[in-house]
C-alpha cells in the first residue's frame, strides 16, 4: 500500500501545492514551521478521516479560506484509488473515486496509516483515553464493523448517560435496561475485537522494543478489559444493573468497554508512572513497529509510515535501528536536516519552505 502523489489546496499554511512519492522512504525537510507537519497530517486524515492534531476540522483550513481541500492518488493490491477531503466550517465531504462517502467508515481501508511523532508519548504516559484512542484508530482501519460498533456504542453511552441525569428515578429505573441492551451488542464486538488485537500487539511491541534497545529491557503489555470477550453481552448487562445506584449517583455509566485500558510495564515497573522519557518513547516507537506487522498480517499489505519529527529525538544507533527496520515501508520522515537521518540511503527529499515545495 502507498500513497503516490498528495494534493493541498487552502490546508494549513499551504495555499496550493502537490506531492509525489517514492514507493521507499520520503523526507520532507525544511526549517521549523514550514508545512512539514501541514503534510504528514493530511496523509494520515485520507487513512482515517481524522486529524492526528485538531480537535476540529475546520482548524485545518487556512487562515481566510472558505474551505480547505486534501487529494491522493494511492494504490493498493486491489489497484489504484482517488481519495479526496474537502473541509469546510459546516462541514465536510469525503469522495472516493468521485462517489460521495455517506459514512466515514467508507473512507476506511482505502488507505491504512500509522502516525508517530512525538506527541505520541501520551499512548504510554498519557490517561486511559490515549490508550483507548491508540486502539480505536488502529482496529477501525482494519475492521469497518468495529469502527461502526464505535460510533454506535458511543452515541447509546451519551443518550444512557444523559437518562442518568434525570430526577425522576423511577423513570431512569424503567429506561435503563432498554438502553443496556443495546449497548451490550455494541460492546461485544468491541470487546471481542481488542482482544484479539491486544493478543497479536502484545508480543510483536515486546519483540520490536528488544530489538530497539539491544535486549537491555523487557516490555509488557496487558489488556485491562471491562469484561471477557467470551459471553461479554451477558457479563456486562450484569456489570451495568449491579451499578444502577452508582451510576445514578455519579450522573455516568462508570463500567463499559470506554473504560477499557492498557497497561504498559518496562522491566515489570508501569510505564506511565516510572518510565522516563526516553523509555516512554523507545515503547511508543515499539508499538507503532508492532502496529505494522499487525496490518501487514491482517490486511496483507504494509500502511503508508508517517514519522513526524522523530529522528531528532533517537539516538545514532535508534535511528539507524529504526531505519533498517521499516526498510520496504512507504515512509513520509519529517526532519530539518537531511544528513543527519538518511545514513546513505537513496531516498526521495523534499524541501518544503514556507507552505511550498522548493524546487
Known sequence: MRIKQLSLKNFRNYAEETFSFSAGLNVLYGRNAQGKTNCAEAVFYLCTGTSPRARKDRQMIRAGAEFAHIGAVAESRFGEVFLEADIREGGREIRINGERAVRNADLLGNLRGVFFSPEELRLVQGGPEERRRFLNVSISQLSKSYYTALVRYNKIL??????????????????????DQQLCVFAAELVRRREEYVARLAPLAAEKHAYLTDGAERLEVTAEHCVRAEGAEAQLAAELAANYERDIRLGFTCVGPHRDDLKISINGNEARVYGSQGQARTAALAFKLAEIEIFKSVAGEAPV???????SELDLPRRRKLLAEIEGVQTVLTCTHTEKVLFGKEVNKIRIVNGAVKR
Open 305 to 311: 509510515l508517517v514519522l513526524d519529527d522523530v529522528m
Open 158 to 179: 451519551g443518550q444512557r448517560n444523559a437518562l442518568l441525569k434525570e430526577r425522576n428515578i423511577d423513570l431512569v429505573l424503567e429506561t435503563l435496561p432498554v438502553w
